[in-house]
């Protein structure tokens, strides 16, 4: 669901850019006072795993597209709403610049879809209600799919509102919306799934993450350790391996946009700021679309689909950069505390 450049207008991404600094700055704050310290390790381990995460586009039986889990709700429910809407924002800066996945000017748009809506809404008016302070592997898999499902909703139609605002007449808020709410909502049954593996595995090694409440004698710094090195080698096995498996179909927000406009990207005006971001962003994107750059000179040569994919560049994107995201989101976490005392 990340939006391309294309897809909005300078003063719609320009407002959502400000909304969402206006998130970072409050979010900062409320992390400085009250992120448990234990959790900021957690902060840059669960941030790589979630990069690694979105790498994997599985298919959506019957309907020739694709999904990936945007990891809002992983992240709100084992790091609290305020450090997991800062290390969403880092996840997706790090693929927008140096992956171009997503554009510049749509990252504040990106940024609001993907985390506002898990962080803000879903985790504390679906989840914690359901789980409240009888955490079960049925509880847990209840809250975490309708969450996952009620986040996914709200971002893909917020989705389509920015579109329309933004003056896009190829993309008509009523077909556009026909299109982007079910194929979000087979997309949000596959994360609340993913969801419930994560949050049961880290309930199950360190229960007082999932629930603050629990102060079992029996946990020890060991079980940390157990969900840190966890989450490592499932980032490492997602980014440098399973990435090759990833579905060459469109995407859930390509494909609604394919068809409700007859084709997979919209028209983009040239010599504007839009043109300009996208030179912006060839400079710094190191390993474009998570695989190597094609050297100029060479034009690209035509060699049949073959699935899995097996790319030296996509293991190198996925392993840098959630190498790169863990480094990010712990260093605002350690450096939001340092700042306190």
Sequence with gaps: MHMADALISPAVGGTMWAASAGLIGYCSKKVKDDLDDRKIPLMGVVGAFIFAAQMINFTIPGTGSSGHIGGG???????GPHAAFLTMASVLFIQALF????GLLALGCNIFNLGFFPCFLAYPLIYKPIVAQRPSDRRLFAAATLASLFALQLGAFSVVLQTVLSGLS???FRTFVLFMQPIHLA???VEGLATTAVVIFVWKARPEIIQPEARDATVTKHSMRIVLIGLVLATVIT??????FASSHPDGLEWSIFKTS????????RETIHSSLEKVQEKTALLPDYGFKAKPSAPPAETPEVWPAYDGGTTVAGLVGGAVTLILAASIGYALKRRKR
Excluded: K, N, Q
């Excluded at 007859?262 to 005006?269: A, C, L, N």
């Design 73 to 79: 709700m992983i992240l709100a429910i084992l790091l």
């Design 99 to 102: 992956f171009a996945d997503g």
């Design 170 to 172: 190829e993309l008509p």
């Design 187 to 189: 997309i949000g049954l």
């Design 239 to 244: 980014g440098g391996i399973l990435s090759w």
């Design 262 to 269: 007859g084709s997979e990207e919209v028209s983009v005006p």
